[in-house]
């Protein structure tokens, strides 16, 4: 079937860590995709699931929106207190 697919060196293991890759990538926890795959422990689900680099640069930017806006809360707040 793979070589009939052009895919003779994919090894039905390798669906296996894409799957768990494909469920990290799309926001599923660990803890999920550990009982999704059967592994008894997270640390076998890790060799299992990689994350994008897209995924990783939306979780950074993410704190960066997040310590903008904590910084722009302070400053209403504080302006608040002012003018009480």
Known sequence: MRIKAGLPHLRLHDLRHQFASFLVNAGHTIYEVQKILGHSDTKMT????????????GAANSASVAMRGAGQAAVVVSEMLEAA
């Open 46 to 57: 890790e060799r299992y699931a990689h994350l994008s680099l897209k995924t990783l640069q």
